[in-house]
């Protein structure tokens, strides 16, 4: 079955650095997602992109943040500059139209020392 | 913006009984998805269910069901026949269709489900 893959699994980063977060949506889906979760709090969508273009974004989404899809497959966030409050859980996902639901992947935990 | 709002922090439920988890959402649309994602431990997002909201029709999905309450904006998840597999979080889940499904998902906060065995 196909499925959404995120690397690294766990990644430990000083404050200040710049960190990207790798995704390969699944293959035939159209629209990218990121979204983040603190420890404890819900789910909060960052970020969408569809066309090669970034659809929607939330307010967390500022300058520090940008989206990429480099090449066909790969979907990346990177953060500029890191801060503690980036420590959370960051989820990729994708759907294969903006009507069907969207297919997560396993997160990449991000903590910033 | 849309909310949703999940007002149990937290429920338990023998094994093998059956268990409802509410959430309630705000919008002005009338045309939108909803979803209930489960996450266990893994921390993992696994979809469980989702329903459009222009079918009446309350959808299932073998031991999960869900009550869609479009005029009273309701949308609970049943899980029936309870099993130790069922704990997790349990987030549901709202995507307007306002802009072609551009918009990402909106959570809310979770309800953490605890099976008795």
């Known amino acids: 079955e196909p499925e959404v893959t995120q690397t690294p699994s766990h990644q430990v980063t000083q404050m200040g650095q710049e960190v990207i977060l790798r995704c390969v949506p699944i293959?035939?889906?159209?629209?990218f997602y990121w979204y983040r979760q603190i420890l404890g709090q819900k789910v909060e969508f960052l970020v969408s992109f569809y066309n090669n273009e970034i659809s929607e974004k939330s307010e967390i989404f500022d300058d520090q943040f940008s989206v990429e899809r480099p090449d066909g497959s790969n979907f990346t966030l990177k953060i500029r500059s890191t801060k503690l409050e980036d420590s959370a859980m960051y989820f990729c996902?994708?759907?294969?139209?903006?009507?069907?639901?969207?297919?997560f992947g396993q997160g990449t935990r991000l903590t910033v020392v | 913006a849309q909310t949703v709002t999940q007002s149990q922090p937290e429920m338990s439920v023998q094994e093998a009984e059956t268990v409802t988890l509410s959430c309630t959402y705000d919008?002005?649309?009338?045309?939108?998805?909803l979803f209930w994602y489960k996450q266990p431990p893994s921390r993992q997002m696994i979809l469980v269910i989702r329903q459009e909201a222009y079918k009446q029709q309350n959808a299932t999905e073998n031991r999960f069901s869900v009550n869609f309450q479009k005029a009273a904006k309701s949308f609970s998840l049943k899980i029936s026949d309870s099993q130790l597999g069922d704990a997790a979080m349990y987030f549901c889940?709202?995507?307007?269709?306002?802009?072609?499904?551009?918009?990402?998902?909106?959570f809310g906060k979770g309800t953490h489900l605890i099976i008795q065995p």
């Open positions: 293959s035939n889906h159209l629209y």
């Open positions: 996902a994708s759907s294969g139209s903006g009507t069907t639901e969207a297919f």
């Open positions: 889940a709202y995507r307007s269709l306002a802009r072609g499904g551009a918009d990402g998902l909106t």
């Open positions: 919008t002005s649309e009338s045309d939108y998805y």
